[in-house]
Every structure is written in structure tokens, then in C-alpha cells.
């Protein structure tokens, strides 16, 4: 409240002399109950509200973050599925603890007795969760996809999505998801105007001649390519697939690529900015409903600078997370980065893994909480796969997948 105005009051105010003091007194006294009479009325209504306990008389003055405010109002509809009744702002934070993650793949996923067998096999492991197939880089959807775009893709031995996150969450797993993203042959036959086509032509590009098992792409370019991939997302979020990878973010790199063209989008946007807008998109698209995105990335690209792909320049992937693959491909005999050498990539797994995954966080952009490591385990890899994983969590990753393309590991 205003400090009051204190009046001093004089004897000789109340004179019956006329003088040009007492004019003077009586002016200035007269503007000071004008005053004393506005500084009221001017605190009546908020002394009030705060004597009613309406509110404070004044507020605290709020500052600006730079962090984007987050709404977290979560309900459920009748079918149990989580869902978002206000927009979500994609959640830039790192990882809440770490993620111990193998992969089914859909010959196992789809056969309910091979099922249960993997099931066996990884529980009670320190397995916490199950990375499943959902879209392939043939195209091939392997759940019951609602998605009319979908319906000529939808493997005939696709599973109720629903019906197996309740069982992997019954025996302790939460479950991601994979997605193929442009890679995808099926789609590009399907939804011809969504694929990249031949130079101006209307004929689809191929990654080979179709002699030698050429297949054409979807094109980032496309809106409705893009809508399609992001449309299966949510769908497999809105059926409790709590984090999708998203795989094949990219243009084709092949030989003859050259000679895709793109349309008239191409014109004005670059494809590295091209594939950054589908990545928030998505991202946003997937965070309404309560789940994250993570892109699969290659530690050998970022070692080797491998980017043609991405438009000449490291993908973007702003508020996703790096799904790291750890596969040593050309990387198997050697390789240098920052100045540092390993001769001998396996053997020496300890400085190896952490060079690796330090390139994907230099290269990328992203904190090592923001990266889940992919532990090839085919062949020889699998003796490897126990230490990689240690050396991955030293690193301070938010958590790894152990990949074997058979689905068969012997982790007890």
C-alpha cells in the first residue's frame, strides 16, 4: 500500500484573518486531500482482494526461460491408451535412467511359440525392454495397421499391436518400435506420387536396374510420404509402443542417384533442411501422445564423414535422440578420429566404443544422454556385445540395444 501523505496542521489555518498565507495553506491543503483521496481509491480494490485473500496486492514478476514450456496433462481414453489432451513440446532433456534393450525380430514376434521362447530366454536378464519391427526396409508393416495407406503393405502374419505390448509388458518389458522410413519399396509402388521418380519423368527411380533387384524410394520431398511414416508412428504409440527409431532417414545414396528428382520442393529447400522439418514433425506428432523419437544413426558415417545421404552435411535431428549403430563395417581394420588411431577396433573395446559413440555426439549434436547404443551381436560380435554394453554405459549413453538379426542371445 502507498505510504500516507502526513499532513502538518497549524493552529492560524483556522483564523479568520485573510492573508495571502492562509490562501497559500489552504490551496496546498486542498491538494493534498485530492491526493489522499485517489492514493485510496486506488488501493481499495487490491487491499480488499488481498484482505478477502483473492490474491496477493501484487504479483510476482515472472522472467522469461529459454525452455520450451511442456505440457504433462495425461489421461487415458476407454481403450487404456495413453493419450495427450494438451500439445506437447518434444522433451529436449536427457533420458530418465538407463535403458537395457534387445531386439525381436518379426519371424519371432509373429510366431506366438517363438515368442514365448525369446521371452524366456531374456527374462530375468536385466532386460527392461524389447525393440520389435514395426515397418521394414522392404516396406512390409508388421502389425494390423488401421492405416488405409498401409493395407498392401500389412504383412498377413501382422500381430495385434495392442495384444503383444500388454504380453511383453506383462513379463516386465516396455517396448519401442522401429520404423523404416524412406527405405521403403512397398509404399514407393503404392503411393507412386509419394517416390522419388527418374530425373522429370513420371517413372520411378530405382536404387539398381531392375535386372539386378532395383527398388524404388519414397520421397522425403513428399508430404504424403512423409505423413504416411509419421501416421504409423503415432499409431503404434497411440497402441503403447513407447519410443519409435526411426531407421533409413535419408535420401537414397546409390549409384544412378544422380538422376532422382525430387519435384519442385527441391527447389527451394535443401535436403538437409528437408529431413530436419520431417524429424521435428515427427517429433512433435509423437510427443503429444507422450512418447520420444530417436534416429538411427551410424557411427561409422561419423567417423568416416559419410553424409551424402543427408545432403552433404550431419543429419539434423534436433530434439530426437540418437539411436547409435556400433557396427564396425569398414572401421573392422582400423581408423583414426580427432587424432586418436585404434589399430584394432575389437580387440580394444574400451577405447573403441567410447570413440565411437564420441563421434556420433560430436557429429550429431547430441548429449550422451540422448544416445542409445545399438550392440551388433551376429556372429562374433555376440562375445563382444557384454563389454561393448559396459563401455556404452561408461560413456554415460542413456542406454543400449543388444541387435541380433536372429533374436536368439545368451545373456544368463
Not at 18 to 44: C, D, E, F, M, P
Not at 333 to 357: H, Q
Not at 367 to 390: C, H, M, Q, V
Request: net charge neutral.
Amino acid at each position: 500500500m502507498s505510504k500516507q501523505v502526513k499532513i502538518k496542521r497549524y493552529n492560524r489555518i483556522y483564523g479568520t484573518k485573510k492573508s495571502a498565507r492562509r490562501k497559500r495553506t489552504s490551496i496546498l491543503l486542498g491538494i493534498a486531500v485530492v491526493l489522499l483521496l485517489l492514493v485510496g481509491w486506488a488501493s481499495y480494490k487490491p487491499v480488499k482482494k488481498f484482505l478477502s485473500g483473492e490474491r496477493p496486492v501484487s504479483e510476482p514478476v515472472r522472467e522469461e526461460s529459454s525452455k520450451p514450456v511442456q505440457s504433462t496433462v495425461i489421461s487415458q481414453d476407454e481403450s487404456g491408451v495413453v493419450t495427450s489432451e494438451d500439445p506437447v513440446l518434444p522433451d529436449t532433456s536427457e533420458d530418465d535412467g538407463s535403458v537395457n534393450a534387445v531386439y525381436l525380430p518379426a519371424d519371432r514376434m509373429t510366431d506366438p511359440s517363438k515368442l514365448q521362447a525369446f521371452i524366456s530366454s531374456v527374462k530375468d536378464t536385466g532386460t527392461d525392454t524389447v525393440l520389435i519391427e514395426l515397418k521394414d526396409s522392404t516396406g512390409t508393416v508388421w502389425f494390423r495397421s488401421g492405416n488405409e495407406k498401409a493395407a498392401p503393405a500389412v504383412s498377413e502374419n501382422a500381430v495385434d499391436l495392442v495384444s503383444l505390448v500388454k504380453t511383453l509388458g506383462q513379463n516386465g518389458f516396455q517396448v519401442w518400435g522401429r520404423i523404416h522410413a524412406f527405405k521403403d519399396p512397398l509404399a514407393a509402388r503404392n503411393l507412386s506420387d509419394a517416390a522419388v521418380k527418374y530425373m522429370d519423368s513420371g517413372i520411378n527411380w530405382l536404387d539398381n536396374s531392375a535386372e539386378l533387384g532395383g527398388k524404388p524410394w519414397l520421397n522425403p520431398y513428399s508430404d504424403e510420404a512423409c505423413g504416411y511414416i509419421s501416421d504409423l508412428a503415432v499409431e503404434a504409440v497411440d497402441a503403447g509402443v513407447e519410443c519409435i527409431i526411426l531407421d533409413s532417414v535419408q535420401f537414397p545414396d546409390a549409384a544412378g542417384s544422380q538422376y532422382a528428382a525430387y519435384g519442385s520442393a527441391a527447389e527451394n529447400v535443401s535436403k538437409a533442411d528437408r529431413l530436419a522439418a520431417f524429424i521435428s514433425d515427427t517429433v512433435t506428432k509423437v510427443a503429444k501422445k507422450g512418447a520420444r523419437i530417436s534416429i538411427a544413426v551410424s557411427a561409422e558415417d561419423a567417423v568416416r564423414a559419410n553424409f551424402k545421404k543427408y545432403g552433404g552435411s550431419p543429419l539434423n535431428i534436433g530434439n530426437a535422440g540418437a539411436a547409435a549403430d556400433l557396427a564396425l563395417g569398414s572401421l573392422s581394420g582400423g581408423f583414426s578420429y580427432n587424432g586418436r588411431e585404434i589399430t584394432d577396433p575389437a580387440a580394444d573395446t574400451g577405447k573403441t566404443v567410447p570413440m565411437l559413440l564420441g563421434a556420433v555426439k560430436d557429429v550429431f549434436g547430441v548429449t550422451p544422454g540422448r544416445i542409445t547404443a545399438f550392440i551388433p551381436a551376429d556372429g562374433n560380435d555376440a562375445s563382444l556385445a557384454g563389454k561393448r554394453t559396459e563401455a556404452a554405459e561408461a560413456f554415460g549413453c542413456a542406454g543400449s540395444v543388444i541387435y541380433s538379426s536372429s533374436g536368439q542371445y545368451a545373456l544368463k
